[in-house]
């Protein structure tokens, strides 16, 4: 039996593919809340961490399966580009950003292993630190818009469903 992208069922054509998903707002909404809750913990706690998340940034630079991130931010930047609610011009520029950015870590990790050095080289540790902690501050205010932006899409969404079932009821 071949099986079909589309699927044909009293006259209605509908997708059958994971990307279906993808294009459903409270999936894409619950994603965004996730992860920028994720983003936030992680943003607190490089900050409140500062030593032992530059030395854990240092190894995963050098560590041969550093393209793997690129891999990571492609397929986690993916769905972003799909949110449609609040701030969403803000949620679509992070997920392009992290979408573009994502095959030069995979295709040349070795030249950002490269600048890390040379940066450390020329301007000291205390620089590329200090790129670790802006790292970290640009994260932990990420993941906090991402939560605002979720929960006042989806908190909106609700509240107006709410009033609109007490007003024509």
């Known amino acids: 039996m071949l099986l079909l992208p589309l699927h044909v069922q009293s006259g209605q054509v509908r997708m059958n593919l994971p990307i279906n998903l993808l294009i459903n707002k409270d999936f894409i909404s619950l994603y965004v809340i996730v992860l920028g809750i994720l983003f936030t913990a992680m943003g607190i706690t490089e900050i409140a961490l500062r030593q032992q998340s530059y030395k854990f940034w240092?190894?995963?630079f050098s560590h041969k399966l550093f393209f793997l991130h690129?891999?990571?931010l492609v397929l986690l930047g993916f769905p972003l580009t799909f949110y449609n609610g609040k701030w969403s011009t803000f949620v679509f520029i992070v997920g392009l950003f992290m979408v573009i950015t994502g095959p030069f870590i995979i295709i040349y990790p070795k030249k950002i292993r490269e600048?890390?050095?040379e940066i450390s080289a020329e301007m000291g540790?205390?620089?590329?630190?200090?790129?670790v902690l802006f790292d970290?501050?640009?994260r932990l205010v990420i993941g906090m818009v991402f939560v605002y932006c979720a929960l006042t899409t989806y908190?909106?969404?609700?509240?107006?469903a709410f009033f609109n079932f007490l007003w024509y009821s």
């Not at 540790?125 to 790129?131: C, D, I, K, T």
């Open 155 to 160: 908190f909106s969404s609700a509240f107006s």
């Open 70 to 72: 690129g891999v990571a």
């Open 115 to 117: 600048s890390f050095d």
């Open 136 to 138: 970290s501050a640009m």
């Open 125 to 131: 540790e205390g620089a590329v630190q200090q790129l």
């Open 58 to 60: 240092m190894r995963w």
